[in-house]
Every structure is written in structure tokens, then in C-alpha cells.
């Protein structure tokens, strides 16, 4: 088990992939063909429903079907597990998120996250979008963590993979191999609205979770090795790195 920092969060929902129901109902969805085979038998693409969870204002019950276009909110003690085209999701307590649809109603094309948090793996395909109340992330083929705070800072964490940062009008480019993380800004910090950040409240084992459910690897995963989880991104520290928020001119 890797190490995770905690702010904000238990460790319960960090470690809700290592819980019996959650390995047995992801045995079951990969036994019964996954994804394609529920598309094709019109079954349900929900992996895992555990507590309260309203689907556009009513209770999910787990033989529906979440399409883009939904709106999910999640309650005390919730989380839910499910799919939609090559993106994988993880939805954590007290969250309230909008799928917005792309060219099929298969494809995501923006997440909105209002509140709470949500573990995304996302394959490669046509760009993809996370927006938060002080962040937006422009997402390529990639596994991230996002989460709303209660006085709505954002965290945002590229896990792997390419990922276009933007927060009030301050722009950068996140290439992560290993978990490189934002702060998106309320009110501005040293002159800046998006920050560098430390990997907090989620761990490696998530990511590759969801990323073998849509047939993938996370990025340490096929390099065989793991860097240092600092928030910078990196597999290994060497000099003149820096953190792509260290580099933006001051407003």
C-alpha cells in the first residue's frame, strides 16, 4: 500500500478498494464481459453503489444507468463506482457532480464538480474536461484526482499523463508521471490563483483500480517503478525540475 496524505478526509474512503464487496462487485462486472458486454445487453454500468445517491434528484438504485448528461449527488457515507465509454469514476461522499455529454451519449466530454470528490480514469479519445468553482482542467488520456474544499479551494492532482490547468485567466501545462498537483485559488496566493500542491487524499492503488476496469495501466504501472508522491510529478528528482505553477508570472 502506498503512502497517502490525509486533509479533510478518512482513511475509509481512501481504502474503499480494499473492502470485500467493492473486489467481489468488480469480479462480477469483468466476469460478465465489462463494459461492452453491459452496453450490449443494456445493463446497468454501475460497478458499485454504496449509501444514498440521487440521479438527477432521485435514488440511484444499482440497475440503472447513468448517462452524460446526469446529475449525481452523493450523501453522507456514499460512493459510487461506474463507467461511461473508455472513462472510468470514482465518487466519494458528499459530492455533487454534473456529466456533460460529447459527440455520443457515450462520450464525456466535462465533469463538473461542485462539491466533495472524484477519482477519474480517463482513455485516450477527443478532450475531456473537468471544471470546479476556481479551476479547469483540459484532460487528454489520463488518471486524476479532483476535489471541491468546503470554503471551495480546488485540488486537483494529475496522477499521469498531459493536462491543460487553468484558473482565472493563469494558464499552465501539467506533463505528470507521477502525481503533480494544483491548488486552485479562492483568493489569490503570492500573486497567483493556480499554486503547487502535495499529493493529498488519494492513493496509487485508486488509480490503478479504475484504470484496470477500462483495460489500462496507470503510467508507473507500465514503467515499473514509482517517484516520489511530493506533489511535483516526477519519477525521480533531478536537478533544474520545477513545478509548472512555480513558473507562471505574477499578476
Not at 454501475?46 to 440511484?60: A, K, S, T
Amino acid at each position: 500500500m502506498t503512502q497517502h496524505v490525509l486533509q479533510g478526509r478518512s482513511e475509509n474512503e481512501i481504502l474503499w478498494f480494499q473492502r470485500r464487496d467493492t473486489i467481489k462487485a468488480a469480479a462480477a462486472w469483468a466476469a460478465m464481459g465489462g463494459l461492452p458486454a453491459a452496453m450490449a445487453q443494456q445493463r446497468s454500468n454501475i460497478v458499485e453503489l454504496v449509501g444514498d445517491i440521487l440521479l438527477n434528484g432521485q435514488r440511484l438504485v444499482p440497475e440503472q444507468t447513468i448517462q452524460t448528461g446526469d446529475n449525481i449527488l452523493t450523501g453522507p457515507g456514499a460512493r459510487l463506482v461506474f463507467m461511461i465509454g473508455n472513462a472510468a469514476f470514482h465518487v466519494r461522499q458528499n459530492s455533487r457532480l454534473a456529466v456533460e455529454r460529447g459527440a455520443t451519449l457515450h462520450t464525456v466530454s466535462l465533469l463538473r464538480l461542485l462539491t466533495g470528490a472524484v477519482v477519474s480514469v480517463f482513455g485516450r479519445g477527443s478532450n475531456r474536461t473537468i471544471v470546479t468553482p476556481t479551476l479547469t482542467a483540459g484532460i487528454r488520456g489520463t488518471g486524476v484526482y479532483t476535489e471541491v474544499m468546503p470554503d471551495q479551494r480546488s485540488y486537483f492532482c494529475n496522477c499521469y499523463g498531459t493536462v491543460d490547468m487553468a484558473a482565472s485567466g493563469e494558464r499552465a501545462q501539467s506533463r505528470a508521471m507521477y502525481h503533480q498537483s494544483f491548488w486552485g485559488e479562492v483568493r489569490p496566493q503570492g500573486g497567483h490563483y493556480l499554486t503547487p500542491a502535495k499529493a493529498i487524499n488519494h492513493s496509487d492503488e485508486e488509480l490503478e483500480f479504475l484504470a484496470r476496469l477500462i483495460g489500462q495501466q496507470t503510467a508507473w504501472q507500465i514503467m515499473g517503478k514509482k517517484g516520489v508522491k511530493d506533489g511535483m510529478g516526477y519519477m525521480e528528482n533531478l536537478p533544474g525540475q520545477t513545478h509548472p505553477a512555480m513558473t507562471l508570472p505574477v499578476r
